[in-house]
């Protein structure tokens, strides 16, 4: 089993190593790193009391926008762009059901 190890092409500025690190695990390391960043937003906003559907619209609109920049880079892929923008599209269904039922 080969790692990959990088050049010193690599490892010229900021944008080439994440742009290493992104080829080196097959385009993962960004996704993940959204998952983690949406859980960690999700957890923080529900620990200062929010509602669950605002922490969850919260935590999904902070990674979409993430995203968005990290698609225009080219770090990351549009579907996972799209993903996240359902994400916010739920939470908004979310909120709407809940203020449904307060009626």
């Known amino acids: ?18 742009g290493f690190v992104n080829t080196a695990s097959d385009g993962l390391f ?3 790193m959204l998952l983690t960043i949406w859980l960690i ?5 529900i620990a200062q009391e929010r509602q669950a559907s605002r922490a969850f619209i919260f935590s999904s609109f902070i ?3 993430l995203g968005i ?4 880079l080219g770090f990351l892929s ?3 762009v ?4 359902l994400l ?3 939470g908004i269904f979310w909120i709407r059901l809940e203020k449904g039922r307060n009626f």
């Open 30 to 32: 960004f996704p993940i």
């Open 1 to 18: 089993m080969a790692f990959a190890t990088p050049t010193a092409n690599d490892t010229q500025d900021l944008l080439s190593i994440f």
């Open 41 to 45: 937003g999700f957890i923080g906003a």
């Open 82 to 85: 799209y993903f996240l923008i």
């Open 78 to 80: 549009v579907t996972y």
């Open 69 to 72: 920049l990290l698609a225009l």
């Open 88 to 90: 916010i599209a739920f």
């Open 63 to 65: 990674s979409t926008v």
